[in-house]
């Protein structure tokens, strides 16, 4: 028979253990998911959502049971079964996700939706089972009623402090190290050896004929784990494949030798590389245009430094540096994982890029003294843009970083009839510079807005565009041919984005499903 000190200290290790995987595996889902289904506002809220209703049953049902059967084996076995189907939910799902990724990129709204659903409902019974340890682990420790507050508070304090830990751990350590699968079978494993062992202090027999669990993990690791998270699109070959704290990470090449980046789910393409092509027609080449909305005459030569918050692999870092030849230029970028495969895949090796990994906002605030003939901002996380990088007061810090004839140039995202998201945007700028100018990027879904320290006129880049230098870089006047017919007029809204107060995603997540709901799907399909 245990001893009633060694069972206490088993006990405080279970309920600590249990605390850290719960939350390890609530923030290892939203990675998970994320890979394919990215990382919205509607993605966290059901993921939290329905993993607050398993708990819930969790501890009323855990309660339940710890009444009818208050043994420590019985708690010991819980443990264990709850550890090997949280094991069994990354192995499990593999197959499901890379269906569901195969929809996403078909656009297969049915298949994707089921899949969605699907890798959520496997979380009901390891998150539930999870639910029990609490109740179950106050019941085993309360031996007197006058001691039940003291009791109580140290089983949730333990817990908690668990939980920290696993709040932690797989975001900044695990993940970016050993990728999320992994993550989810390291947390089960530890989760696993406490059940085990405290149910071998129990009860030996018992203990060994629960051993098979480890090894059924253990195979299906092996036979799941192949391959990479997410299948490349048809007709283009993976190079490079990594999860970090922040994105699963992929660049693909093309037969042409073009290569792109593709983060999370894949729908947007974050940066494109050919060895010899620069100019794509795609968004990046526009924010080139944003300096010739100055009073002409405004030549290549008044370029004095730039600066990029959301760098990703640096396509408009190379664009600007084949234009403007040595132009000093700080890249703001905060997953050093993308960075790091810009630098050995897409030529982000320029030693004119000063290259700084942190947050966009944070870091422009850090440079003080810099002051920028442009600041480009391209912070998608499709398709989404980072509201704090979307408010007067942002704006307001932006301004005192541009030179006098500085210009900041934004990407936003919109559709093919939905705009509310740029007009409040352009009426959040009117509070800071005095004109915003509106380009809309031929075939996509993407709007450059130009905001212009000075009074400018749309007419500007038109005549800038004729007096260009004869040796002008071709691929800028490219840019500004084309940016000349991309022009939109300029409207708004009456939403004033604020530090305080700015539903970006809110506004967003309407426009998405907006578009989806009136047919959307089948026209990303055509």
């Not at 819930?56 to 550890?83: E, K, M, N, Q």
């Not at 507050?149 to 050993?178: C, D, H, R, W």
């Amino acid at each position: 028979m245990s001893s009633k000190p060694h069972q206490q200290r088993l006990l405080y290790l279970a309920v600590f253990t249990g605390g850290m995987t719960t939350l390890a595996v609530e923030l290892s889902a939203a990675r998970l998911l994320g890979s394919v289904f990215g990382t919205s506002n509607v993605v966290w809220a059901n993921i939290i959502g329905l993993i607050l209703i398993y708990l819930t049953l969790g501890y009323f049902i855990g309660g339940r049971v710890a009444d009818r059967s208050p043994r420590h084996t019985t708690f010991y076995r819980i443990i264990v079964w709850a550890s090997f189907f949280s094991g069994l939910v990354p192995l499990v799902a593999q197959p499901v996700l890379r269906a569901a990724a195969e929809a996403v990129q078909d656009f297969d709204a049915a298949v994707t939706v089921g899949s969605f659903v699907g890798v959520l409902i496997l979380f009901s019974v390891p998150v539930t089972l999870l639910g029990f340890i609490s109740p179950f682990s106050i019941r085993l420790a309360l031996s007197e009623v006058d001691q039940a507050g003291k009791t109580t508070g140290q089983m949730y304090a333990i817990s908690t402090l668990g939980s920290i830990i696993g709040n932690f751990t797989p975001v900044l350590i695990l993940i970016p190290e050993v990728g999320t699968a992994r993550t989810f079978l390291i947390f089960a494993g530890i989760l696993m050896a406490v059940g085990l062992i405290g149910l071998a202090y129990q009860d030996r027999r018992a203990a060994l004929k629960l051993l098979w669990m480890p090894i059924v993990l253990l195979i299906l690791a092996v036979l799941a784990l192949r391959g990479p998270l997410r299948p490349p699109p048809s007709n283009m070959t993976l190079l490079y494949e990594n999860e970090s704290a922040y994105n699963l990470i992929q660049v693909v090449e093309k037969q042409d030798g073009t290569r792109y980046l593709l983060l999370n789910e894949g729908q947007g393409i974050h940066s494109q590389w050919h060895p010899t092509d620069i100019f794509y027609n795609r968004t990046w080449g526009f924010f080139l245009a944003g300096p010739y909305f100055n009073p002409p005459p405004y030549t290549p030569d008044r370029m004095e430094r730039i600066a990029i918050i959301g760098l990703a692999a640096g396509t408009i870092a190379r664009q600007h540096n084949e234009v403007y030849p040595g132009l000093p230029m700080d890249g703001i970028e905060i997953d050093g994982g993308i960075v790091e495969a810009g630098r050995r895949y897409m030529g982000m090796t320029m030693p004119n890029l000063n290259v700084i990994v942190e947050d966009g906002r944070f870091a422009l605030n850090r440079l003080d003294e810099q002051h920028y003939t442009m600041i480009g901002i391209d912070a998608y996380r499709v398709p989404y843009v980072p509201w704090h990088l979307t408010t007067v007061e942002f704006f307001q810090e932006v301004d005192k970083h541009l030179t006098d004839d500085g210009v900041l140039a934004i990407n936003v995202g919109r559709t093919s009839t939905d705009r509310r998201l740029i007009e409040a945007m352009t009426r959040t700028l009117l509070d800071v510079f005095p004109t915003v100018h509106t380009l809309d990027v031929p075939d996509s879904y993407n709007t450059i807005l130009v905001a212009t320290r000075q009074t400018t006129m749309p007419e500007y880049l038109q005549a800038n565009l004729a007096l260009l230098p004869p040796d002008a870089h071709p691929v800028l006047r490219e840019v500004l041919e084309a940016a000349s017919t991309a022009i939109k007029p300029t409207v708004v809204s009456d939403v004033r984005l604020t530090d305080d107060h700015a539903p970006v995603e809110a506004i967003v997540d309407r426009m998405v499903i907006e578009f989806l709901m009136s047919g959307g799907i089948n026209e990303l399909a055509d």
